[in-house]
């Protein structure tokens, strides 16, 4: 069983950064691919970005279109923490942030085994 707890989380106006990290424990968590989702109220849990579990030391990302060249996803094994950096943020990106994690890529979310709670990310514009 593996346990996610997101932080990072605020308020922040439009063209500003924030980063949002993700703290893992109970498993094996260099062999998960971690993603980020996020849910804006009235919408549905939308793909934010995925990246792979450890292959030798090679990772891989994919990013929704809407964060690409934005947002940045990374992890650090040593520390069973994955990020998610912001920068140029919208008031479109408001939504709570949800961390997953699951056995492979991918942009659905009924594919991921385990979840966190969420934190809150509202931009002001």
């Known amino acids: 069983q593996v346990q996610l707890v997101e932080s990072g989380g605020g308020l922040v106006q439009a063209g500003d950064s924030l980063r949002l990290s993700c703290a893992a424990s109970?498993?094996?968590?260099?062999?998960?691919?971690m993603a980020w989702f996020r849910q804006a109220p009235g919408k549905e849990r939308e793909f934010v970005a995925w990246?792979?579990?450890?292959?030798?030391?090679?990772?891989?990302?994919d990013y929704a279109d809407s964060v690409k060249g934005r947002f940045t996803i990374s992890r650090a094994n040593a520390v069973n923490t994955v990020y998610l950096q912001m920068n140029r943020l919208k008031s479109e990106d408001t939504a709570v942030y949800y961390c997953?994690?699951?056995?492979?890529?991918?942009?659905?979310?009924?594919?991921?085994?385990?979840w966190g709670q969420g934190t809150q990310v509202t931009v002001s514009s």
């Open positions: 997953a994690a699951g056995l492979a890529p991918t942009t659905i979310a009924t594919s991921y085994d385990y």
């Open positions: 109970g498993g094996a968590f260099s062999g998960y691919t």
């Open positions: 990246i792979s579990g450890s292959n030798r030391n090679v990772y891989y990302a």
